[in-house]
């Protein structure tokens, strides 16, 4: 299987930094770690953030923690929401974990931990954030808003093209891995 598009942009920058960790980022193949029982054949500390984080981290200029910052508060609701159902596309096809609308269940409960996570994070929610703000964001993402519904699946090309960014994935990907404080399992 060829390489991540999205992953490769960087990995040329990895690659020369750690072969190791770029043979993990690069030859990571979903389908045989779906087929390998669930397991993880990059074990790592339950808290550690993935391989290549910290040079994607700063390749995608997010290294400051302000990212949302910049952004209008319905842009920073979407693109949380967004955060949010990539993870969640990315535990089911790449960890084989079945959270939310991917195990049959309500998305909300999930949602909301991952609201609490983002609430609990360095200062990495803008300084407009409240409970009033946090009920606005949970009410567009329960389809207040046809694209930002945590009742659909998405995918990266549905990001990519809904952007109009090719990275528009990797930053979501990054920001989620700031608010879990890992990268998916």
Known sequence: MA???????FCTTCHKDDWKKHKRICGTNASSR???????PFPRAP?????????????????????????????????????????????YAWGANNYGIYGGESPVPVFKKFL??????NKLLPSWWSKEKRRECERLALGG???ADISCAVEK?????????????????????????????
Do not use: T
């Not at 390489?3 to 942009?9: I, Y």
């Not at 609701?77 to 535990?91: A, G, T």
């Open 116 to 121: 609490d996570l983002a609430e609990k994070g």
């Open 34 to 40: 779906a087929e390998s029982n669930h397991s993880n």
């Open 3 to 9: 390489p991540d598009p999205v992953l490769f942009a």
């Open 157 to 185: 090309s549905d990001i990519q093209e809904h952007y109009g960014d090719g990275m528009m994935p990797m930053k979501l990907r990054i920001l989620g891995e700031k608010f879990y404080g890992k990268g998916f399992q």
């Open 47 to 91: 808290d550690a953030q993935n391989p290549g984080f910290d040079s994607a981290n700063a390749l995608l200029g997010l290294s400051n923690d302000d990212y949302l910052h910049k952004l209008s508060e319905k842009d920073a609701y979407i693109q949380l929401i967004n955060c949010f159902r990539m993870r969640m596309e990315d535990e």
């Open 145 to 147: 808003d046809s694209w």
